[in-house]
């Protein structure tokens, strides 16, 4: 294993993310903040506990999750996206660097700003409601969990994207309405049965339910089957990025 490969890949991806603080964390940090004063302050003060959580502390985990699979996807899209459109992508294939080190790199970078960013809106959040963690290993496991598999998605997208404007299509059109369909301001369980039933086929229910469950010990669904689905989507982010690899697709263009 090239170590130094992936210290330096690591490296250059986290200082661009140094470069551009305002857009990496500034921006969603105040996004955040304007949900919680809009949804937790405004409208939260009108509504019931849900699960015997206040509104504003039930959203917390749901917001927590809506940036960090946005900002895994984007982080990781962008990261791997840009060498391919400036052309260095062959310095990196011209490197004695295997793909794992390629994607351990880029990956593993990805993540940690998103991991760092989810931490950052948690501390945020407890500037505006009052909350606890019930589960907190279980907590950092969900979102460790998430943001590397997140971001190998993200990596894939940039992979796959021949534009900028494919880099946010899945990210604004798929992630983002699936995420508030999942559960992130109301529980699943306030819905008619029928609509229980097929909300349960979005993924995104079992990630904002698990994380939520880690914090106040409620979930919409076992905990259990939250975890196994996000190792299960890991699984298959980790095999559709070898086949990239294997076959070479356009990772030269």
């Given at each position: 294993m090239n170590?130094?490969?992936?210290?330096?890949?690591?490296k250059?991806?986290?200082?661009?993310?140094?470069?551009?603080?305002?857009?990496?964390v500034?921006?969603?940090?105040?996004?955040?903040?304007?949900?919680?004063?809009?949804?937790?302050?405004?409208?939260?003060?009108?509504?019931?506990e849900?699960?015997?959580?206040?509104y504003?502390?039930?959203?917390?985990?749901g917001?927590?999750m809506?940036?960090l699979?946005?900002?895994?996807?984007?982080?990781?899209?962008?990261?791997?996206?840009?060498?391919?459109f400036?052309?260095?992508?062959?310095?990196?294939?011209?490197?004695?660097?295997?793909?794992v080190?390629i994607v351990a790199?880029?990956?593993?970078a990805?993540?940690?700003?998103s991991?760092l960013?989810?931490?950052?809106?948690?501390?945020?959040?407890?500037?505006?409601?009052?909350?606890?963690?019930?589960h907190?290993?279980?907590?950092?496991?969900?979102?460790?969990?998430t943001?590397?598999t997140?971001?190998?998605?993200?990596?894939i997208?940039?992979?796959?994207?021949?534009?900028?404007?494919?880099?946010?299509?899945?990210p604004?059109?798929?992630?983002?309405?699936?995420?508030?369909l999942g559960?992130?301001?109301?529980?699943?369980?306030?819905l008619?049965p029928?609509w229980?039933?097929?909300?349960l086929?979005?993924?995104?229910?079992?990630?904002v339910?698990?994380?939520?469950?880690?914090?106040y010990?409620?979930?919409?669904?076992?905990?259990?089957?939250?975890?196994?689905?996000?190792?299960?989507?890991?699984?298959?982010?980790?095999?559709?990025?070898?086949?990239?690899?294997?076959?070479?697709?356009?990772?030269?263009?």
């Amino acid at each position: 294993m090239n170590f130094h490969a992936i210290l330096a890949i690591y490296k250059f991806e986290m200082a661009r993310a140094w470069r551009t603080l305002m857009q990496s964390v500034a921006s969603p940090v105040i996004s955040t903040a304007l949900y919680f004063v809009v949804f937790g302050s405004a409208i939260g003060s009108h509504m019931v506990e849900i699960d015997g959580v206040s509104y504003g502390a039930f959203i917390v985990p749901g917001m927590i999750m809506l940036a960090l699979l946005t900002q895994s996807i984007s982080n990781a899209s962008f990261g791997i996206y840009m060498p391919r459109f400036t052309g260095t992508i062959y310095e990196i294939h011209s490197a004695p660097i295997s793909y794992v080190e390629i994607v351990a790199g880029y990956v593993g970078a990805a993540a940690s700003k998103s991991i760092l960013l989810g931490l950052i809106m948690l501390a945020t959040a407890r500037l505006f409601v009052s909350f606890g963690v019930a589960h907190p290993f279980w907590m950092l496991g969900f979102l460790v969990l998430t943001a590397v598999t997140f971001s190998l998605f993200g990596f894939i997208i940039g992979i796959w994207a021949d534009g900028f404007e494919k880099l946010q299509i899945i990210p604004l059109m798929i992630i983002t309405p699936l995420t508030f369909l999942g559960g992130t301001f109301y529980s699943i369980k306030m819905l008619p049965p029928f609509w229980q039933t097929v909300t349960l086929l979005n993924p995104v229910v079992y990630l904002v339910s698990g994380f939520r469950w880690a914090f106040y010990g409620v979930a919409d669904v076992s905990v259990g089957v939250s975890f196994g689905m996000t190792l299960a989507f890991l699984a298959l982010c980790l095999v559709c990025v070898r086949w990239i690899f294997k076959t070479g697709y356009r990772l030269k263009t």
